[in-house]
């Protein structure tokens, strides 16, 4: 490995910490609060985004199984073929778009407003249509993504994913979840040999 590989490696390292750490100064509570309230009392959280931000909320879907906040990710390709059909009244739709503004989501948007869910969008660009949509918004800030090309979902994706623990944390907190309900329905693993240990 060159020299300049490792320097990069751990640039990308102290970019993200401190992109992720930076959270804590703009982290809205008023708005997080009621992501917190609406996720807690939903019957159904459905997650939408594109590529790297698509992960993250695939990975945030099965979280919010994981302390019984039934949830579902809506691939953007799926949803305007039918996929949308899943949107009910009073259902919480989460989208996140660092731009606010992803040409695959923005018929989506239209849909869940129609159908009268409750979109919550996770975005940095606080005038773009995700964001004057939406009926909770949370903000991000990237100063830079942590590659030389300042181009990949690095710092993003990072911040992204940190928000949306958060956001599991809180809601493990507010909903009273338990380990012995985890234990139920995560039998597998060392997870699961762990939580079903007799006591």
């Not at 911040?159 to 380990?179: K, P, R, S």
Request: hydrophobic share 45%; charged share 25%.
């Amino acid at each position: 490995m060159k020299n300049e590989s490792w320097a990069a490696a751990r640039k990308s390292l102290r970019i993200e910490a401190a992109t992720v750490e930076r959270v804590l100064e703009y982290l809205d509570e008023e708005a997080f609060g009621r992501a917190v309230d609406v996720c807690a009392k939903a019957e159904r959280i459905i997650t939408c985004a594109s590529g790297s931000s698509g992960a993250a909320t695939m990975k945030l879907s099965h979280s919010l199984c994981c302390i019984e906040r039934p949830a579902k990710f809506m691939s953007p390709a799926e949803a305007v073929h039918g996929g949308l059909g899943c949107v009910q009244e009073g259902d919480v739709v989460i989208m996140v778009s660092r731009g606010g503004k992803t040409v695959e989501l923005l018929p989506i948007i239209d849909v869940v407003k129609k159908k009268k869910a409750i979109l919550i969008a996770l975005t940095e660009n606080l005038s773009s249509p995700l964001a004057r949509q939406s009926d909770i918004l949370i903000p991000m800030k990237i100063e830079q993504e942590s590659d030389k090309l300042n181009s990949m979902a690095t710092a993003s994706y990072m911040t992204t994913v940190a928000i949306f623990d958060a956001l599991l944390c809180a809601l493990i907190e507010e909903t009273g979840f338990t380990a012995e309900q985890f234990a139920l329905i995560h039998p597998g693993g060392a997870v699961g040999e762990r939580l079903n240990q007799p006591q």
